[in-house]
């Protein structure tokens, strides 16, 4: 649950950066997707948690179908760049969409993403560029893999691998 406070608690909250995007694009992210398309670049470079906006592209047919106003997942800015600036291969590359698409966002941005991990959808209030997301500790969960249903709770710290985190408890417990 997303929450709202001038000075929230470290104790009880988990804080992230969030990116806003529009359906069906935020879903498309988890179905291989690596842009996200933006009307202004951004400097930003990390990791964002996608939310989903409450609004659907004009003109896609089925609309109630689509999440919205949700957590999405976690993915890695790598890098920000011009679409009309793309050539044909890297657009195929990055994008699910048709090279006539291309000409359709030729004015826009794209940031070239990574994926992480997909999210169990929490509700959020969303905002504009890249934003401050605060939610209640250990409410924003990954999901490990799809096909298994393996849940785990992240934090604002374990945005990292489960490999390194079980070699980590592994360190710990071999010094007790």
């Given at each position: 649950m997303?929450t709202?406070?001038?000075?929230?608690?470290?104790?009880?909250?988990d804080?992230f950066?969030?990116i806003?995007?529009?359906?069906?694009f935020?879903?498309?992210?988890?179905?291989?997707?690596?842009?996200?398309?933006r009307?202004?670049?951004?400097?930003?470079?990390?990791?964002?948690?996608?939310?989903?906006?409450?609004?659907v592209?004009p003109?896609?047919?089925?609309?109630?179908?689509?999440?919205?106003?949700?957590?999405?997942c976690v993915?890695?800015?790598?890098?920000?760049?011009?679409?009309?600036?793309?050539?044909?291969s890297?657009?195929?590359?990055?994008?699910?969409?048709?090279?006539?698409d291309?000409?359709k966002?030729?004015h826009?941005?794209?940031?070239?993403?990574?994926?992480?991990?997909?999210?169990?959808?929490?509700?959020?209030?969303e905002?504009?560029?890249?934003?401050?997301?605060?939610?209640?500790?250990?409410?924003?969960?990954c999901?490990?893999?799809?096909?298994?249903?393996?849940y785990f709770?992240?934090?604002t710290?374990?945005?990292?691998s489960?490999?390194?985190?079980?070699?980590l408890?592994?360190?710990l417990?071999?010094?007790?």
């Open positions: 997303q709202f406070s001038k000075k929230p608690d470290p104790d009880r909250n804080h950066k969030a806003t995007v529009k359906q069906p935020a879903d498309a992210l988890i179905d291989g997707m690596r842009i996200v398309l009307e202004k670049p951004t400097e930003f470079r990390g990791v964002v948690v996608v939310c989903s906006s409450y609004d592209m003109g896609i047919i089925g609309s109630k179908h689509y999440k919205l106003g949700r957590t999405i993915v890695e800015i790598k890098d920000c760049v011009k679409v009309s600036d793309m050539s044909p890297d657009w195929r590359k990055h994008s699910k969409l048709s090279l006539s291309k000409t966002y030729k826009t941005y794209a940031l070239i993403i990574d994926y992480h991990r997909a999210l169990v959808n929490i509700p959020v209030l905002k504009k560029g890249i934003w401050n997301l605060t939610v209640k500790k250990g409410s924003l969960i999901i490990e893999s799809i096909e298994n249903e393996k709770p992240i934090s710290w374990t945005l990292i489960v490999s390194t985190l079980i070699i408890m592994i360190i417990i071999l010094t007790i």
